[in-house]
């Protein structure tokens, strides 16, 4: 449904985004983390694109049935193709909603764009049972009323139904849950699924929660330093590790083992500024298996939807 | 309700800038009825003309009389001439009005497409030009304005009058062209500086979260500014829209005297000139109750665009 190939994002000389390569088959479920600064959030901008203009995309992205490249498409396939082919569930719920336009009508303007001519009152009902079905509270009232008299996990569920109006074939949500607390993010997280589900869309979930992964995905995506460092089937890649990498966010992550000092296990030093990434291997900095041959690019390892890219692999070479 | 209360605050600034304006005429030197006589005055007339004026009687008082004929639409009779002065200066106000308002709307009409454009264009040769152009423009003072305008339209192409006025309902058509050159003078340097404002303001909503996500439902870029950032970049634009009313009316004194307009600051300039107090008074007056109501018309219309302030 969605293939994307060597993807690149890059903000002059500087590579931000490098070679990122993956699949998703319709009705499937990737996740993508990595840690802030990783380059999630941008491939996934990426996909849609919606790039800032200082930022140019390279590589290619293709959506099943559309003959165009999406890269360097133009922009009047992309505005075909965004909101009803692709779509996108954002990770700010505080600020990606319009503070001046009522829910309903921000909800409605989804649908309307892909339906021009469609009949205004139809369009304010599939507003409403879009809202509906993602589970908005008093929906009646709340459907009435502007971002800001909404709470955090009301105005993602209204995120949600913006992104699922057109029944998207791909959709792609940016860390949707990080800034909801615990039990709401669960709710949330039934309704993404519940709505992929029902119409047998490919979904791309980016975020840095382990567990998140763990619930939603089938297969997963690791990226360090802007590249994916290790690919394969979730219950794989959180159990058995190949990348030193993984290995360490899934130790930063277990509550229950500590160092010698008592203290959850954490990867040394901080992710470099954009830029300031070392050459060869991007984590060798932070690795503490790192020598010399690491001063190289390591190779993938095996087929691009399941290997890693690692001198060293944790566990040997099998 | 937010209106209420603001409508609350504008009549108790009305109230303070009328002890205001009073007290510093009040301790202003001269004598109205010296300057009205003459130095030859002999100190009987003088005493009748100060009785007669009513600067004879205590401050307090004066100022209670000068409210009170305020509040009934009685703004007292000139020194000088004796006449009534709330039907000149109502006169006036309309011309200054017109003045003043058409200058606003060029202002706006110029500023706005232009600073979304300088927004859009912003990292491109024609959105720098625009930037740079408004800045320089800017920078020119509003009668240095007038006089090109005139040097250029009225002396070398003969094509509009280089001053005067007629009211819009002896003749329209010279009315208008009375006004075309005045108004530029004041609306372009306002337009110049407006852009600056409308491109910041529209260069911060193209960076907001909330058009991302426009644009991601499938909105064109253009449709997606329009549909989503005009109205939310408004609020900073009407800001500073009504900031520049209250420079408007204080420039329109100068350009008045350039165009040879009879409109308020004409009427203020001559009323200083002849000590004419009350006109003084009066006409300060009108203009701090035009600001303060201009002040007031913008915290309403900020209820208006933005819903988060409506319970505020």
Redesign the interface.
Known sequence: MLAVDRLGVRAGELDLVTEVSFTVSAGERVGLIGESGSGKSLTATALLGLLPEELTASGSVRVAGVEHELVGAPERLLTKLRGSRLAMVFQEPMTALNPAMRVIDQVAEAREVHHPGRDRVLVEADALRLLEQVRLPEVATLARAYPHQLSGGQRQRVLLAMALANDPDVLVCDEPTTALDVTVQAQLLELILAGVAERGAALLFITHDLAVVATVCERVLVMYGGRVVEAGPVREVLTEPRHHYTRGLLDASDLESTDEHGRLHAIPGTVPAAGEFPSGCVFRTRCGRADEQCADLPPWTGVPDHGHACWHPVGGDS | MIVLRRAVILLVTTAVASLVVFALLAVLPGDPAQVALGVNATPELLAKARHEFGTDRPLPVQYADWLGGLLSGDLGRSYVTGEPIAPRLLDRFEVTLWLVGTAMVIAALVAVPLGAFAAVRH?RTSGVLVSAASQLGAAVPGFLAGILLVEVFAVHLRLLPSGGWTPPNADFGAFLRGLVLPALSLGLVQAAVLTRYVRSAVLDVL????L??????????VRALV??GL??AAVPVVTVLGLQLATLLVGAVIIERVFVVPGLGSLLLDAVGTRDLVVVQDVVMLLVVAVLLVNFLVDVLYAV????LRRA
């Open positions: 990292r960076r907001a979260d909330y991302r996500t426009a644009r991601a439902k499938g909105l064109g870029p549909r989503h109205r939310n665009l933005d819903p988060k």
